[in-house]
């Protein structure tokens, strides 16, 4: 089993920074991607922000030029640096790891961490 522990999240102004961090461990083999997904109260969960082990990532066009993410393959950890915060923002940041393992991909979700912007 793999465990995924979110941290970072938290209430800030409108323009302001947050960074999220989500911390792998338990049985991991190989990663093939880690990243950031959110869901608002009534909305569907939907993607933030991937990255894959070779470092190609992937962006959802809101956030695009706002957030950034980043990976540490040796301590498998990923981390989301939200900048310009909008109210729009605000939501369940959700981390996510797929991997492979006797050729087999499994998925992996984290419990969740709430990012407040405030107007």
């Known amino acids: 089993q793999v465990q995924l522990v979110e941290s970072g999240g938290g209430l800030v102004q409108a323009g302001g920074s947050l960074r999220l961090s989500c911390a792998a461990s338990?049985?991991?083999?190989?990663?093939?991607?880690m990243g950031w997904y959110r869901q608002a109260p009534g909305k569907q969960r939907e993607l933030v922000a991937t990255?894959?082990?070779?470092?190609?990532?992937n962006y959802a066009d809101s956030v695009k030029g706002r957030f950034t993410i980043s990976t540490d393959n040796a301590k498998n950890t990923v981390t989301l640096q939200m900048n310009s915060l909008k109210p729009e923002d605000t939501a369940v940041y959700y981390c996510?790891?797929?991997?492979?393992?006797?050729?087999?991909?499994?998925?992996?979700w984290g419990q969740g961490t709430q990012v407040t912007v405030s107007s």
């Open positions: 338990g049985s991991i083999f190989r990663i093939n991607t």
């Open positions: 996510k790891l797929v991997q492979t393992a006797r050729a087999a991909e499994y998925n992996y």
């Open positions: 990255i894959t082990s070779g470092g190609s990532t």
